[in-house]
């Protein structure tokens, strides 16, 4: 199995960031559908699937937003699939967060193929930029209060935040 590449991932969720000059928390991410021409449509379905993106014609057309699930969940799934798209991966899916789980669970981890992982590490990075999360290192280990500054789920966050340090870890080392 080919090994996820994250770094790439974050590299071009760092690159989306700054090309559609997303500078606002929480990340706009209406703002990069609109630049993608996508039309945007929100339904109310407690039943239904989080969100996703619709092709229509091999093209991104639609990205359909399910408002009945919690805001953080929504935003992660689209972020998610924004990472496919970005990251030119060929085959889209149904992503539903509630089944497969976000990034950092061990045992469905190992499970979840390297594009799903990219996609993840792609939403990470786009929804929590590693260098907003440095302009709140003092708050860094108040997760229910970043979780709401950057509008993710409090598992996405705890994540971020462990790379964080392992991130700043690295750099420390090499200084
Ligand atoms: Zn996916």
């Not at 109310?44 to 919690?70: F, M, T, V």
């Not at 509630?98 to 981890?109: A, L, Q, V």
């Amino acid at each position: 199995m080919v090994e996820p590449n994250y770094s790439f991932a974050r590299k071009i969720a760092k690159k989306v960031i700054k090309d559609y000059k997303l500078t606002e928390l929480p990340t706009e991410l209406t703002k990069v559908f609109q630049k993608l021409g996508l039309k945007y449509i929100e339904l109310n379905e407690p039943e239904g699937i989080d969100g996703a993106i619709i092709e229509i014609e091999n093209k991104p057309s639609i990205a359909y937003l399910n408002k009945a699930k919690p805001i953080p969940r929504q935003r992660f799934t689209l972020a998610h699939e924004l990472g496919h798209i970005f990251l030119k991966h060929s085959k889209r899916d149904f992503y539903n967060a509630e089944e497969s789980r976000e990034i950092g669970d061990e045992e469905t981890d190992h499970a979840k193929p390297p594009q799903e992982k990219e996609a993840d590490a792609f939403a990470s990075e786009l929804l929590i930029p590693n260098d907003k999360l440095k302009q709140y290192e003092a708050d860094i280990n108040n997760i229910d209060k970043l979780s709401s500054i950057f509008q993710v789920s409090k598992e996405a966050m705890t994540i971020a935040v462990m790379n964080y340090w392992k991130y700043s870890r690295k750099t420390k080392k090499r200084c």
